[in-house]
């Protein structure tokens, strides 16, 4: 790949950096509260953003830069098999369509920043809090290291850093930038630089996606030829197909229904909602997300046209931005590169704000020193969030690039098992808090042995995500088999300690909590009123 | 506030089953992976099983639009109904 440097390409790239960098250290200006030392005004951006600035925000949080260069590597390698991504964020909008809303108004009652300060508020148990926050925040550490991953094949494809000639600091000296510019704009504005830099970014993303989707196909000789060629690799590779097999079929649809349930598990996805200003804007964000749905399915067809352009790398994930280096002019590939480079920013900040809010909120404060003020809540998350990147990077930096996948694949199963205690606390609080935390326990078990156990041609561990149900007999996602078995457990010890009168927790939530909105009694708006006219 | 106010909606009424309609038709559609993994009819090119697909991105969007419009119809019918409280029973669609 590394055939010099790609000087124009470079140009804009830097160009387009430097200016969500700016943006960043601004953002700290943007709508700024009286009271900035709270966690709320770090860590949620006051809680004051109206339906666009969340969508920007949930978009540029969902669809990272890791999503825009692996799905499509996916369809590159191995056809259909890929495109499952399409159908999860579809199933995506009805699930948080009905549970979401409720989070947030209870959340915003009780003054809850991360999930498991609801866990904690309506089953009265510090462990099962703990469970879900350690849960979180180790499911997000690897997902960071994947955005500098992301980050690290652009430059590799533009020439800089990345090769294995150079030594180790030259290699990784833009990635360090890249890294402390992120690491000091989101110390200094919190949630709102990420907020602010997404809009940027995902203007960046639709332009490059809708150009290349009508140009590309164009320079290939249309869909025909394109599909024809991914056909053809397929059949000869032995691998992949332009449909999933049949056996593959029951893979493709749990892997769809698992990822989309464990999504809004992630912490940094509770965290953008959170932040919006009112119930009705989740519910409106429902209905214009999967605007981005379609982005990625456009985006997933990319994988078949760097087949059909003859790119051939060794590194699958090299091959999307390959693709825009051979298809399109130097400088708009340097724009294509800067969307998926700055795309790796925005999620990057807003996971690290997350993990740290969850250590404050429900490690430091509950274990360590229950007693913190508001100003030492903030103070520490900042701190974390700061440890959380550094621990991202030496981990990109010192480990081999699949340790980030692997970890990031046994956290979407980890993820998955906190959905009884969150999900389930959304709606019924029939479940016993030490039931779902039995059900957490042994799902979290079998899932991480199952995925031990799965092996692949390049990989001994780890080599995948499904494997045989039991009982069932075909191939499934791992974390769905665990959730199932999860809440089985879940369900047959909640039968067992209400027979032995086992103790419940106390729940410090009503009824009515789940159904409020802005404006009731009792909500925390917290905004002041300059700052609340002035979104959009 | 309390207990019950003597005219309390049901629960489950025919707007809120259209409402979990809406919701849940995706799952079937996506789910029933077998009902799409073919390669013909093709459109423009594109092989039946990844336009099928994307074609169920704004329908399930469309689906969603309609959940959500009849939801809030039936909060405003609902509050409306019993002005002071704001009973919804939290069935949640």
Known sequence: ?536 | MSDLPEVKPPVVTPVRVVIALCLFAPFVAMLWVGSYTKTDPAFIGIPFFYWYQLLWVPLSTVLTVTAYQLWRRDQRARARASASTSAEGGAGA
Request: charged residues 10%.
């Open chain 1, 1 to 536: 790949m590394n055939d010099g440097v790609n000087g124009v390409a470079l140009g804009v790239f830097v160009f387009f950096f430097l200016a969500v960098t700016v943006m960043g250290f601004l953002a700290a200006r943007w709508r700024r509260a009286a009271d900035e030392h709270s966690l709320d005004e770090w860590g949620l951006g006051g809680r004051s953003f109206g339906t666009w600035v969340t969508w920007f925000l949930l978009g540029g949080d969902l669809y990272t830069a890791y999503t825009f260069v692996a799905v499509p590597a996916a369809i590159y390698a191995a056809g259909a098999a890929g495109f499952f991504a399409v159908p999860y964020t579809i199933l995506v909008y009805p699930l948080i369509f009905t549970f979401l809303p409720r989070l947030w108004s209870v959340s915003h009652k009780h003054g809850y920043v991360t999930t498991s300060d609801f866990v904690r508020g309506r089953f009265g148990s510090k462990s099962l809090s703990l469970a879900v926050a350690v849960t979180g925040i180790l499911a997000t550490m690897p997902y960071i290291a994947l955005q500098l991953v992301g980050i690290q094949a652009v430059l590799d494809v533009m020439g800089v850093g990345g090769g294995d000639s150079t030594n180790w600091f030259v290699k990784d000296l833009p990635l360090l930038i890249a890294f402390g510019v992120l690491a000091a704009y989101t110390y200094s504005s919190g949630l709102r630089a990420p907020a602010l830099i997404a809009f940027v970014k995902d203007t960046l993303i639709y332009i490059v996606i809708a150009v290349a989707i009508i140009y590309i196909p164009i320079k290939l000789g249309g869909f025909d030829e394109i599909f024809k060629a991914a056909s053809d690799k397929y059949t000869a590779a032995g691998a992949g197909g332009l449909v999933p097999a049949q056996a593959g079929q029951w893979t493709y649809a749990t892997l769809a229904l698992g990822s989309a349930l464990a999504l809004f598990m992630y912490p940094h996805s509770v965290t953008a909602t959170l932040s919006g200003r009112s119930r009705e804007v989740i519910r409106r964000n429902t209905t214009i997300l999967p605007l981005y749905s379609l982005m990625l399915g456009l985006l997933a067809l990319l994988g078949f046209m760097a087949i059909a352009a003859g790119v051939k790398v060794t590194n699958g994930q090299l091959a999307i931005p390959q693709l825009f280096e051979n298809m399109f002019p130097d400088w708009f590939a340097g724009v294509a590169f800067a969307a998926i480079g700055i795309g790796a920013l925005v999620p990057a900040a807003i996971m690290s704000i997350a993990a740290a809010n969850l250590f404050t909120r429900n490690i430091y404060k509950d274990f360590i020193n229950p007693a913190a003020t508001p100003r030492q809540e903030t103070q520490v998350s900042k701190l974390v969030s700061l440890l959380v990147k550094v621990g991202a990077l030496v981990f990109v930096l010192t480990m081999d690039k699949t340790v980030a996948i692997n970890f990031q694949l046994l956290g979407g199963i980890w993820i998955l098992q906190t959905f009884p205690s969150l999900v389930g606390g959304l709606f019924t609080r029939w479940f016993h808090r030490w039931a779902l935390l039995g059900g957490w326990a042994v799902g979290m078990l079998y899932g991480t042995i199952a995925a031990y156990g799965v092996a692949s041609p390049t990989q001994k561990h780890f080599g995948g995500s499904s494997k045989e149900i039991p009982g069932i007999g075909e191939i499934g996602y791992i974390g769905l088999t665990a959730f199932v078995l999860n809440v089985a457990v879940a369900v047959v010890l909640t039968f067992a300690l209400r027979a032995f009168k086992a103790p419940d927790g106390i729940d410090e939530t009503s009824p009515l909590d789940y159904t409020a909105d802005a404006g009731d009694p009792g909500v925390e708006t917290e905004l002041p009123p300059a700052t609340a006219d002035a979104s959009h």
